[in-house]
C-alpha cells in the first residue's frame, strides 16, 4: 500500500495543484481513465471546501490530502481542522460561527461531492473535518513474452 501525502496552506491557487497530483496519482494506481476527469472535480470540490473553511475560521493551519493506493482501490482522503457541526443541523452561528449561508455552502459542495463520487464517507467533529472518497482501480494488465 502506497501513501502520497500532501499539504498545502489554505489558498485558492493550491486547489489547482492538488487536482492535478491526485489525478496523476490516480491514474498510476490503475483507476480507469474514464473516471479521471471526476477524481479532479471531486478533489478539487473537496479541497476548495476545505480551504473556505480555514478561511472564514482563520485557521492557519495547512490542508491535509492523502492519496492512498490499495490493492483493489485508490482512496483520497481531504482533511481540514475546522470545528464543525454535525451534519444537517441549522442555526444562525452556532459554536464555530457558522451561519445558514455557510452551512448552505457547505451541504451544497458534499452533495457535488457525492454525485460525482460512489463510495464516500464524511466525518467531522470539533477538532475538522474529513472527507475519503474511493474507486476501484483496474490491475495492470501481465505482459507476456
Not at 1 to 18: C, D, G, I, Q, Y
Not at 46 to 53: K, P, T
Not at 55 to 77: D, H, N, R, W, Y
Request: proline content about 5%; some cysteine; aromatic content about 2%.
Amino acid at each position: 500500500m502506497a501513501t502520497v501525502e500532501l499539504r498545502f496552506s489554505a489558498l485558492p491557487e493550491h486547489v489547482r495543484t492538488a487536482r492535478l497530483v491526485a489525478a496523476a496519482v490516480a491514474r498510476r494506481a490503475g483507476v480507469d481513465e474514464a473516471v479521471l476527469d471526476e477524481v479532479r472535480l471531486a478533489v478539487g470540490e473537496a479541497c476548495s471546501r476545505a480551504v473556505g473553511l480555514h478561511q472564514s475560521g482563520g485557521i492557519t493551519a495547512p490542508v491535509m490530502v492523502l492519496l492512498i493506493e490499495e490493492e483493489k482501490q485508490f482512496s483520497i482522503e481531504v482533511g481540514d481542522e475546522a470545528p464543525h457541526t454535525v451534519p444537517g443541523e441549522r442555526g444562525s452561528g452556532g459554536a464555530d460561527g457558522a451561519t445558514d449561508a455557510d452551512t448552505e455552502e457547505d451541504e451544497m459542495g458534499l452533495a457535488v461531492i457525492s454525485g460525482l463520487v460512489d463510495d464516500v464517507e464524511v466525518s467531522a467533529g470539533e477538532h475538522g473535518g474529513l472527507i475519503r472518497m474511493t474507486w476501484p482501480t483496474t490491475p495492470p494488465l501481465a505482459v507476456l513474452t
